[in-house]
């Protein structure tokens, strides 16, 4: 089956310091997605994306966080200056040919921040 | 917004045991998935079911659109079935989910 993967699995990170998280969505993909989940806490959404623009983001995705698609494959979540309370697993995920459709999700790219 | 909400928010199981997981949304939806969370903090597609019974091995899920619910039963369950269970529904245009609290799921040997 196909799936979403993402890299790194696990980062550690001083604060202030700008952190790249990558993800390979599943090929035929149009919708992609990321969220977040603070430790023992509920998955959190983040950022949509289609049709290489942003189509929707949630109050948490400040000017800190930026999102990218640089090829055909890579869809990247980028953090310029961390904080203490960036620290969370970061989930990228994609949707096929329509919104509404199953959403896939990434093993999750767990962000220290120290 | 759309409020998720699941009961109960914790359940401790003796291996073989069933259980039924709820899930509770505030506005019609188009599309309802539940996900397994797993120890290592994987979230695992379980169900798509906007409304309608699926059946997956010992899992097996029922949405009812009309009466905003979702249920997600657990027969025989095992240590592996572990972890926390989600449910999400659409919260935006573009498909973004919108996720309950969970449930967390301890099975014991």
């Known amino acids: 089956e196909p799936e979403v993967t993402q890299t790194p699995s696990h980062q550690v990170t001083q604060m202030g310091q700008e952190v790249i998280l990558r993800c390979v969505p599943i090929s035929n993909h149009l919708y992609f997605y990321w969220y977040r989940q603070i430790l023992g806490q509920k998955v959190e959404f983040l950022v949509s994306?289609?049709?290489?623009?942003?189509?929707?983001k949630s109050e948490i995705f400040d000017d800190q966080f930026s999102v990218e698609r640089p090829d055909g494959s890579n869809f990247t979540l980028k953090i310029r200056s961390t904080k203490l309370e960036d620290s969370a697993m970061y989930f990228c995920a994609s949707s096929g040919q329509t919104a509404g459709n199953t959403i896939y999700f990434g093993e999750g790219s767990w962000l220290t921040v120290v | 917004g759309i409020q998720v909400e699941q009961s109960p928010p914790d359940l401790i199981l003796q291996e073989g045991a069933n259980s039924t997981l709820r899930c509770n949304f505030s506005d019609s939806v188009n599309n309802l998935q539940w996900f397994h969370q797993n120890p290592w903090g994987q979230l695992i597609n379980l169900f798509y079911?906007?409304?309608g019974t699926k059946q997956n091995g010992r899992l097996s899920a029922t949405t009812v659109a009309t009466e905003r619910y979702s249920l997600l039963y657990i027969s025989s369950s095992q240590t592996t079935d572990s972890g926390v269970y989600f449910c999400?529904?659409?919260?935006?245009?573009?498909?973004?989910?919108?996720f309950g609290k969970g449930t967390k799921l301890s099975v014991k040997p």
């Open positions: 079911i906007p409304s």
């Open positions: 994306f289609y049709n290489n623009e942003i189509s929707e």
């Open positions: 999400a529904v659409p919260g935006g245009s573009q498909g973004n989910l919108i």
